[in-house]
Nanobody
């Protein structure tokens, strides 16, 4: 089970940190990803982090503004979002992929489990 938290309403230029807590499986066996879906749009890749946390991968739209990290001891992955823009408004989902140690990926079909999502709204 994956449970996201930390979403909310923030002004443009502000910051939020999303968390995704995992349970039920060995967390370190899974690479983790973040995706988002804005109203009327398809779900898109945001960020991914390998099982060790040593490799990360970001969509061009968030590179330099968002940072993903994980704490395997706490079974939690994070998405630090800075310099938020209006176009970052979306429901954010975390996902888990049962993959090799250094794997990261941007294709949602590679992920086995998904959270329920948390709303992030950026206002002007």
């Amino acid at each position: 089970q994956l449970v996201e938290s930390g979403g909310g309403l923030v002004q443009a230029g502000g910051s939020l940190r999303l968390s995704c807590a995992a349970s039920g499986r060995t967390f370190s066996n899974y690479a983790m990803g973040w995706f988002r879906q804005a109203p009327g749009k398809e779900r898109e890749f945001v960020a991914a982090i390998s099982r060790s946390g040593g490799t990360t991968y970001y969509a061009d739209s968030v590179k330099g503004r968002f940072t993903s990290s994980r704490d395997n001891a706490k079974n939690t992955v994070y998405l630090q979002m800075n310099s938020l823009k209006l176009e970052d408004t979306a429901v954010y989902y975390c996902a888990a992929a049962y993959k090799p140690w250094a794997w990261v990926g941007a294709t949602d079909g590679d992920y086995n489990y998904w959270g329920q999502g948390t709303q992030v709204t950026v206002s002007s």
